[in-house]
């Protein structure tokens, strides 16, 4: 594929991306879950993707653009109260990332033991650090990558579509 | 206008914090930058329609990942994949009610702390419901810091197990010829 052609390619996804996303937004927003706008467009733009409209790809800096955005929100509300409080929750903070740490050690062993993964791929699949990382590792240390990839996107996507329903049934 | 200064610092402090290559160090960095804002200017509101904007941008960049390719790759191992995402939601639904009612956290707050989501995207699901984002954000960069620190020691002791296994099946087998020989010795 030429540059030119490569530049058309990603314009019309960006277009039709932006297209699926508002759709699958207001939609979302429309049906009043919380977080009903991200669920929303997440859906629309995968199930574009799958019936074969051209909307997989987007600028690489998009990801950069979407963690920045996130950090000013928080960074707008906080202030030296909200800083000094976050060490009184330590301990919460703490208990949350060992118990998680043991259900993804526990996941990675079904994976191994009942499904036949090498363990290496199975703890990089199951543990819940971040996708890159998990990739990055499992390339460096000949794990199964593609495996580790799909894994994690698939639990991005399961969270993605179950927090508003959750949080729908809790709150 | 401020809020523009807010954003612009929020971007320098996220690149910085992507060069970090820190888990999270973009957030972080946004985070801090935009935070410091605080102590110099006046406080700001997030324009109207902000929120909305960034879910529908995380949709997207969630959505595009979804390919064809990664079904045919899902298919190879649909059980194994679905078994695992069921049990870090449901194992996250149990740590998000026991800290909810052991820290006494609201269950919004709980839920997004521990779920096994990206970051970003809690963060933004935090701000949609009121719950404190904040110390989901704190919650997130703990656990992808963890995962890094600890997976060397979990490979480590796994590859050191399996190596023992070897061995204690090695022994046996010896000792069971060894045996097989004397008896057709007698």
Redesign the interface.
């Known amino acids: 594929m030429s540059a030119r052609e490569s530049k058309q390619g990603l314009a019309k996804?960006i277009f039709c991306?932006?297209a699926?996303?508002?759709v699958?937004?207001g939609a979302?927003?429309f049906s009043g879950l919380?977080?009903g706008?991200?669920?929303?467009?997440?859906?629309?733009?995968?199930a574009?993707?799958?019936v074969g409209l051209p909307?997989?790809?987007?600028p690489r800096g998009?990801?950069?653009?979407?963690?920045?955005?996130?950090?000013?929100?928080?960074?707008?509300?906080?202030?030296t109260e909200?800083?000094a409080?976050?060490v009184s929750?330590l301990?919460?903070?703490?208990?949350?990332?060992?118990?998680?740490?043991a259900?993804?050690?526990?996941?990675s062993l079904?994976?191994h033991r009942f499904?036949g993964?090498d363990?290496?791929s199975a703890?990089?699949?199951?543990?819940?650090?971040?996708?890159q990382?998990?990739i990055i590792?499992a390339s460096s240390?000949n794990a199964r990558s593609?495996?580790v990839?799909?894994?994690h996107?698939?639990?991005?996507?399961?969270?993605?579509m179950?927090?508003p329903v959750?949080?729908a049934l809790?709150? | 206008m401020d809020i523009v200064i807010f954003v612009l610092l929020g971007f320098v402090g996220g690149w910085l914090g992507k060069k970090t290559r820190l888990p999270g160090g973009t957030v972080v960095g946004a985070l801090l930058f935009s935070g410091l804002g605080n102590a110099f200017f006046p406080p700001v509101a997030l324009p109207p329609g902000y929120l909305f904007t960034l879910q529908c941008i995380t949709g997207c960049v969630v959505g595009v990942t979804i390919t064809r390719a990664v079904l045919r790759d899902l298919y190879s191992a649909l059980a194994a994949i679905l078994c695992n995402g069921a049990l870090l939601i449901f194992g996250a639904v149990g740590i998000a009610a026991l800290v909810g009612w052991a820290a006494g956290w609201d269950l919004g707050t709980a839920w997004l702390s521990t779920s096994p989501g990206r970051m970003p995207d809690m963060i933004i699901y935090a701000d949609a419901v009121g719950a404190d984002a904040a110390v989901i954000a704190a919650a997130h960069v703990l656990r992808m810091l963890s995962v890094l620190i600890c997976t060397p020691f979990i490979l480590k002791t796994q590859s050191r197990l399996l190596r023992r296994q070897s061995r204690d099946r090695a022994g046996c087998e010896e000792r069971q010829a060894e045996q097989d020989k004397h008896k057709g010795a007698q």
């Open positions: 996804s991306v932006a699926l996303g508002l699958g937004s979302g927003q919380s977080g706008a991200m669920a929303g467009a997440f859906l629309v733009v995968a574009g993707n799958l909307a997989d790809r987007l998009a990801m950069f653009w979407v963690q920045a955005l996130a950090g000013v929100m928080i960074g707008v509300q906080m202030t909200k800083l409080a976050l929750v301990p919460p903070l703490l208990l949350i990332v060992s118990l998680l740490l259900v993804g050690f526990m996941s079904i994976l499904f993964w363990f290496m703890w990089l699949a199951s543990s819940p650090g971040r996708m990382d998990m590792l240390l593609e495996r990839a799909v894994t996107i698939v639990r991005i996507a399961l969270v993605i179950a927090t959750i949080l809790w709150t």
